[in-house]
């Protein structure tokens, strides 16, 4: 089975105001088409982890790699590249743009990263939406849609360039149990119909229950 994310020995301190180790030698593969979830006590060092896998945080040890290569040590003008191309993110907010529409919020990262034509994403960013259902919200403005509708776009948005993971803090933090339900349902096809892998930071047990894998951390390190 390929591997598409590998967390080698990252260690993380934080400097100020003391000197804390909060990520400690953590080490794991995420191969294609796994759905992983991360748990763990509020402050053993989630959101910083996923900080750092996606690349957002450079000021770590040890290394990662994304389909095998390696991008510890990159430029952040690559690191920027890689992260649109490869990475979708799913946060507990949505940061949508509620000024412009549906369609316009998805198509953004493929118009950022420069590779298609506009009537090429355009056709695409509605095939996004047409796939979670939703395509009948294309034109209306992002403010204009429910909080359960608003992450099923932010899932839209994140699968515009393909990537090879999709990253989420939380991403049904802020959903009742039907639009929960409706975003796990989502992921779970994501992995299994496309091969798509995501890892998923979140709070609820039920959820993470149902993924492939939990990764359980304590206090800075990986228990299981
Ligand atoms: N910039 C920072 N400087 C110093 N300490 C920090 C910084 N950011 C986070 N921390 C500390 O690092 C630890 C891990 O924080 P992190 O946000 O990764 O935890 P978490 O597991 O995601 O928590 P939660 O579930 O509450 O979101 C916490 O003790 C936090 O207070």
Do not use: W
């Amino acid at each position: 089975m390929s591997t598409i994310l590998e967390a080698k020995h990252i260690n993380k301190y934080f400097r100020k105001p003391v000197s804390f180790h909060v990520l400690k030698d953590i080490s794991f593969k995420i191969n294609k088409g796994e759905f992983t979830s991360i748990m763990g006590k509020s402050g053993c060092g989630k959101s910083t982890l996923l900080y750092i896998l996606s690349t957002m945080d450079t000021e770590y040890d040890g290394e990662l790699l994304l389909n095998n290569r390696l991008i510890t040590g990159q430029s952040r003008d690559h690191l920027s590249y890689i992260r649109n191309k490869h990475i979708g993110f799913v946060f507990q907010f949505h940061y949508l743009l509620s000024e412009f529409s549906v369609l316009e919020n998805v198509m953004l990262p493929a118009k950022k990263l420069g590779e298609r034509s506009y009537q090429e994403i355009e056709h695409d960013a509605f095939n996004k939406l047409k796939m979670l259902n939703i395509e009948h919200l294309a034109k209306k403005k992002a403010s204009r849609v429910s909080g359960g509708e608003k992450q099923r776009i932010a899932i839209a948005r994140a699968l515009i360039n393909n990537p090879s993971i999709i990253m989420g803090d939380e991403p049904t933090g802020n959903l009742d149990s039907y639009n929960s339900e409706n975003v796990f349902n989502i992921f779970k096809q994501l992995s299994e119909e496309q091969g798509l892998s995501l890892l998923i930071v979140t709070h609820d047990e039920d959820f993470a229950n149902r993924t492939h894998r939990i990764i359980t951390m304590e206090d800075g390190r990986i228990l299981r």
